[in-house]
């Protein structure tokens, strides 16, 4: 049983270009979150999405962020016209159906933006 | 609001000494709390949960946490460290309602001395 796949690990965009950044959940997990990690700093929430619904995001930037997780294929981040403040490394968890919060949140290795 | 704190960003151990991260959480009701560690350019592997029950949880590589609600902290702990332990740990909390959001800690990044 496959883990969480991000993808890509490493992303690099000039300012003003567009990030995707693409995260499958573990076989049979329907949650997805979203989190950022700026340098030196703990992991911050920015959205959960179940299938082709979006739960919660109050953790996202109100503008250039958004995030879907459609019916089939992976769940998608994407950041518009990105600036040097959205270098960071964004996590995607994934979690069992039963949306319950002692459920373990599994995480993926990462995608590390940097924006030059 | 929920949040935690981890007051020790850094701190070095000799190998083979004991261990204990300092977590405090701010939470409203009984808190769902969890210990992840974080090696170099890698993700997120739980070491230990709690939900309820024991407040004494044992977890992966030799951790274990005691939830003290009195005190309202979670602390990990170690009773001898590896030079594979070195990492950053991360304490959070369940962000509970609709959401199952976590709260994390700005993280305690451990060095291991030979």
């Known amino acids: 049983n496959a883990g969480v796949m991000q993808n890509p690990r490493h992303l690099v965009r000039r300012r003003g270009q567009e990030a995707r950044l693409r995260c499958s959940p573990m076989?049979?997990?329907?949650?997805v979150y979203w989190y950022r990690q700026l340098p030196e700093e703990g992991l911050k929430f920015m959205v959960y999405?179940?299938?082709?619904?979006?739960?919660?995001e109050s953790g996202m930037p109100k503008e250039r962020f958004s995030a879907e997780f459609p019916k089939e294929g992976p769940s998608i981040l994407r950041i518009q016209q990105v600036v040097r403040g959205d270098s960071a490394a964004y996590f995607c968890?994934?979690?069992?159906?039963?949306?319950?919060?002692?459920?373990?949140?599994?995480f993926g290795p990462g995608t590390r933006l940097t924006v030059l | 609001a929920q949040s935690v704190t981890q007051p020790d960003i850094h701190i070095t151990v000799s190998e083979g000494a004991s261990l204990e991260l300092r977590c405090n959480y701010s939470y409203g009701a009984t808190p769902y709390l969890f210990w992840y560690v974080q090696s170099p350019g890698q993700g997120l592997q739980l070491l230990l949960k709690?939900?309820?029950?024991?407040?004494l949880v044992q977890g992966i590589k030799g951790f274990e946490a005691e939830f003290k609600r009195s005190q309202s902290s979670f602390n990990l702990r170690k009773p001898s460290v590896h030079w594979s332990d070195a990492a950053e740990y991360f304490c959070?909390?369940?962000?509970?309602?609709?959401?199952?959001?976590?709260?994390f800690g700005t993280g305690t990044l451990l060095a291991v001395q030979p």
């Open positions: 709690y939900f309820s029950g024991d407040t």
């Open positions: 959070a909390v369940g962000g509970g309602g609709a959401t199952n959001k976590l709260i």
């Open positions: 076989k049979g997990h329907s949650h």
């Open positions: 999405l179940q299938k082709e619904n979006i739960i919660d």
């Open positions: 968890a994934s979690s069992p159906p039963s949306a319950r919060a002692y459920n373990e949140q599994f």
